[in-house]
């Protein structure tokens, strides 16, 4: 499996995604500059955590707009599968690729702590690994993680099933205390119309070795090589 990470300045997890992936393939992923205009042949596109261009607009505004996010775009809709965390979300919802924004936290304040999610579907390149219902452990480091979309979306996302992943307790249940930003419907993850462009919140890239106190997000990882490779 060949894959690209975009690199935006203000990228900071950047270099744990490329170790997590070639965790996974065995291979360094490619590393592209944001002010490139071409992206190597990739069965994978990942937009990392960070804060490109500092958030001094509104989180991915500006990366939005970068050269590259053009080719990303266009890849995209022809079906390549991309992966956006944390601010890598901010950017796939400010370039158009998913639905709603990401707003400031319900605290107002900056949250850096693992969370617990609950795996609401399992059959697409992302969740091979994981099981309908399991919970897993991740960690959020964000201030402006508060997933927010009008009601006429929040209904699409639901009966389309393109929840990908809520915020929950320990043993799956999913209430207010468990949800850390305020996001609508305790929503940390979506997916596109056809299941192949993910963005999340959390860092699955953070626990992807045991070194880490976690593998949970290794499994998102070894999902997307068993199916693109």
């Not at 201030?143 to 979306?153: I, N, R, V």
Request: hydrophobic fraction near 40%; charge should be neutral.
């Amino acid at each position: 499996m060949k894959a690209s990470v975009i690199v935006f300045p203000g990228s900071n997890c950047d270099r744990d995604a490329a170790v997590a992936l070639e965790a996974a393939t065995g291979h360094p992923p490619a590393m592209v500059w944001h002010g490139d205009s071409e992206v190597p042949a990739s069965d994978l596109i990942v937009l990392p955590g960070g804060f490109s261009y500092g958030d001094y607009l509104r989180s991915g505004a500006m990366a939005a707009h970068s050269p590259v996010m053009r080719e990303v775009v266009a890849r995209a809709r022809a079906g390549t599968p991309v992966l956006g965390i944390c601010n890598g979300f901010q950017v796939l919802t400010e370039a158009g690729l998913l639905p709603g924004v990401l707003m400031r936290n319900a605290t107002l304040k900056f949250i850096c702590k693992d969370v617990h999610l609950r795996v609401e579907r399992n059959d697409t390149r992302f969740a091979g690994r994981y099981q309908k219902g399991d919970v897993i452990r991740l960690p959020i480091a964000h201030k402006d993680g508060l997933y927010f979309a009008d009601a006429a979306t929040l209904a699409r996302l639901e009966g389309e099933g393109r929840v990908a992943f809520r915020y929950c307790e320990r043993g799956g249940e999913v209430t207010a205390f468990a949800n850390p930003n305020g996001s609508a419907h305790n929503i940390a993850g979506i997916y596109n119309e056809t299941g192949t462009v993910l963005g999340l919140m959390p860092h699955p890239e953070r626990l992807a070795d045991a070194a880490l106190s976690g593998t949970d997000g290794a499994k998102m990882f070894l999902s997307l090589v068993e199916t693109l490779h």
